[in-house]
């Protein structure tokens, strides 16, 4: 999500904090909802994977 936030924000200068706040908001709300749902379960995902390696490394 941040990547698509970032993306869509790149090469713009914002004048005040209420700008980007607004800007970045309208932004977010465009996301599918779906999209948010995925990115959660790929972070449970990796997550749940760090849990079972017990802390060692993996890719």
Do not use: H, W
Request: overall charge positive; charged content about 30%.
């Amino acid at each position: 999500l941040f990547s698509k936030l970032k993306l869509a924000m790149k090469g713009n200068r914002f004048d005040t904090i209420p700008v980007i706040q607004k800007t970045s908001t309208t932004i977010l709300k465009a996301i599918p909802a779906d999209e948010y749902k995925k990115c959660f379960e790929k972070f449970v995902t990796r997550f749940q994977r760090y849990i079972d390696s017990e802390g060692d490394y993996f890719e």
